[in-house]
């Protein structure tokens, strides 16, 4: 065996039936070839994806990295990680609902409460659009209510009539004070506010009349 030091600029090799040519400064590290210690890559280098679940010294590929964090979120959704869902409420921001809620806990409110009112196109009260209602006439005008909370369940709505011409005849479940509608001045604006608990059998109102428009 030979020991000894031999000086090449270039080792050449065989690549099935064809010479190729490496530079032994590059083999060294001195040129393109990372070296062994502490190498700095450059470009994209690309490497063997371990199997999701690996757990050892590998290297680990932007692959398997993305695959862990995919397992991890699927095994702690529901547990650990609430799902996400775009339409869940956030406490710190603004809520619009479109379904209905139900809050077992009850309902604490500190500051403004806002209801829309409602403008009635026909003689309808739709109670499942709103709590307050407006309406002008200017005729005989017979209102229906419709849509009330089921019984067991208190209903209350506001109507806010604007009274130019006619008379009005209410739902047959509707019991003023007295069993006697007020009387109405034409040409002006007029409160009624009724309540149910019983699915709509019985309306019990009340009056607030003649207000000046």
Do not use: C
Not at 43 to 61: M, N, V
Not at 71 to 82: E, H, K, M, N, Y
Not at 134 to 148: E, L, V
């Amino acid at each position: 065996m030979a020991y000894g030091k031999l000086k090449v600029d270039t080792i050449t090799y065989d690549d099935s039936g064809s010479d190729v040519d490496v530079s032994v400064s590059a083999l060294a590290g001195a040129g393109s070839a990372a070296p062994l210690n502490n190498p700095t890559f450059t470009g994209t280098p690309a490497g063997p994806t371990a199997s999701q679940g690996t757990s050892t010294t590998q290297l680990a590929t932007t692959a398997f990295v993305n695959a862990e964090i995919a397992a991890d979120l699927t095994a702690a959704i529901g547990s650990t990680v609430q799902a996400y869902d775009a339409d869940t409420a956030k406490r710190d921001t603004t809520n619009t609902y479109t379904a209905l809620q139900t809050m077992n806990a009850g309902l604490a409110v500190d500051g403004p409460y806002k209801q829309t009112a409602e403008a009635v196109s026909a003689l309808d009260i739709d109670l499942s659009t709103g709590n307050y209602f407006t309406k002008t006439i200017n005729g005989n005008s017979t209102f229906t209510f419709s849509n009330p909370p089921a019984s067991g369940t208190a209903g209350t709505f506001t109507l806010e009539l604007t009274h130019t011409s006619g008379t009005v005849t209410w739902p047959a479940s509707v019991k003023f004070p007295a069993d006697t509608p007020p009387t109405l001045t034409a040409g002006k604006t007029h409160l009624f506010m009724f309540v149910t608990d019983d699915g709509g059998t019985r309306y019990r109102g009340a009056a607030l009349a003649d207000y000046v428009n």
